[in-house]
């Protein structure tokens, strides 16, 4: 099994723009957040237990997943979320098990989640790495990314995401993406420290 590396971070905090970087290092990045949406329509069985606990009106009619009546469905309710990603989770989970087996000949690769910790997948990775930025930062550029949002409607999704200095707390690595630190460099001494790391694990 190649090195498997976890990056998480907070809404706007730049795991996607991380991971390009790492992409273009060559190191192939597994997104559970889209595989997650993507299994949620496409995975027979799932679709099936999702109409089952949350009604028929979690998708459309044609076939395609009712987001806005799901996430009301599970914002600000912590018990129906968790049972969502219960359901989710585990098939998630063997997706990413099967593209791990397909990417065996990479020398580490990368698993990319905004709720890592809190789905507990860390406890199945070899390193996990965080990306942070101060909230001001990360409200303004989701608004720049995403202009249909509200500074109110982020704020909301911070609050309710693990705050940074417990994630920082568990991260082996820790990425600060501010406007002062230099983001590339930072990436390309990891991708070393994680060649390396490999390097010696296999000699
Ligand atoms: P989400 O959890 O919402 O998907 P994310 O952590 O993946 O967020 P990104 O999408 O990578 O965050 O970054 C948020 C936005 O901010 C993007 O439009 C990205 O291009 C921009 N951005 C991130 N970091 C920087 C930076 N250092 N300089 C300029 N723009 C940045």
Known sequence: ??????????????KSLVCSIFKALGIPVYDADSHAKELMTTDGI????????????????D?????????KAVFNDVDKLERLNRLV???????YAR????????????KEAALLFEAGSHQTLDKVMVVVAPEALRIERV??????????????????QMPEEEKMKRADHVIV??????LIPQVVAL?????????????
């Open 63 to 71: 076939g395609s997943l009712n987001r806005g009546y799901l996430s």
């Open 1 to 14: 099994h190649p090195l498997q590396v976890g990056i998480t971070g907070g809404i706007g905090s730049g």
């Open 177 to 182: 993406n501010n406007e002062t630190e230099l």
């Open 191 to 203: 991708h070393h420290q994680f060649l390396s790391a490999t390097a010696s694990s296999r000699s």
């Open 99 to 110: 593209w791990v087996n397909q990417n065996a000949n990479s020398p580490y690769v990368l």
């Open 46 to 61: 799932l679709v099936q237990q999702i109409k089952k606990e949350f009604g028929e009106l979690s998708f459309h009619e």
């Open 89 to 95: 989770h585990p098939r998630v989970g063997e997706d």
């Open 143 to 160: 608004l720049q990314r995403d202009p249909q949002r509200t500074t109110e409607q982020i704020k909301a999704i911070i609050r309710n």
